[in-house]
């Protein structure tokens, strides 16, 4: 079972006992703390739920239907009542809901497909613009712009259903990884924390970049993806720049 299998089972049966989820727990640092995680958003909503009956509520109802005294303020709670319990199984039902939408996320995606490829980030080696365009014509791609520099790693890898190139920059010896997902283009630029690395997502002409690094501090991480998000915008849609490449 690799990480992204485990985070999809465990947004899909938190609770799940299967020695499959559990071997991989024991195996993987990140995939363990996101089950922690689950399981203490599992407790959570466990006690949400456990409302407790107020005291006398029974002996007050029997003795206004025997009386016939106070039938509108009852009638007033009970509505109150339904309408509190309608709100928190939407609530409940909403976070749920959410959580296994968040999990088929592409910053999601990707921060899950980063422990197979977490070798990737100790390459210091510079690789050749002749390998780098080769990463990218193994997609169909075709690069418009000069290519960044100190790029260490370039391999075509599936992340969830998207059909990636990954790449890793080293810039002032911070290792960042960036996925090119070409084919959509979608939303505005955002950075997101999770498990443990820093990301930002930022949309391109034809796909979207996701960088990642789990090394940085917020400060420097924002710089250094001001500088690749800036340099593979130019390298890919080929703004800024002359088209240096035809396959």
Do not use: K
Not at 27 to 44: F, L, V, Y
Not at 80 to 85: E, F
Not at 90 to 110: E, I
Not at 172 to 178: E, K, S
């Amino acid at each position: 079972m690799d990480c992204l299998e485990f985070r999809r089972r465990l947004a899909a049966e938190p609770q799940s006992r299967d020695a499959g989820l559990q071997a991989h727990r024991q195996a993987c640092a990140a995939c363990s703390a996101a089950w922690e995680r689950a399981q203490q958003g599992e407790s959570d909503l466990l006690a949400a739920l456990q409302v407790a009956v107020p005291t006398g509520l029974a002996e007050r109802v029997l003795l206004a239907q025997a009386t016939g005294a106070n039938r509108q303020h009852l009638r007033r709670r009970r509505v109150a009542l339904a309408l509190a319990a309608s709100l928190l199984l939407g609530v409940v039902g909403g976070g749920l809901f959410w959580r296994r939408q968040d999990a088929h996320s592409l910053p999601a995606l990707a921060v899950a497909h980063m422990p197979e490829e977490i070798h990737s980030l100790d390459l210091t080696r510079p690789i050749s613009a002749q390998a780098i365009n080769g990463g990218f014509a193994v997609r169909g791609l075709h690069l418009r712009g000069p290519l960044p520099g100190n790029v260490t790693y370039v391999h075509d890898c599936p992340v969830g259903p998207y059909l990636t190139v990954h790449l890793v920059n080293r810039v002032d010896n911070t290792p960042v990884a960036v996925l090119y997902v070409p084919g959509e283009h979608a939303g505005a630029t955002r950075n997101f924390d999770r498990d443990g690395w820093r990301g930002r997502v930022v949309p391109l002409q034809h796909g979207r970049l996701v960088l990642l690094t789990d090394r940085a501090n917020r400060r420097t991480f924002d710089q250094v993806a001001d500088t690749l998000s800036r340099d593979w915008r130019v390298a890919i849609d080929g703004l800024g720049g002359p088209r240096v490449t035809e396959l």
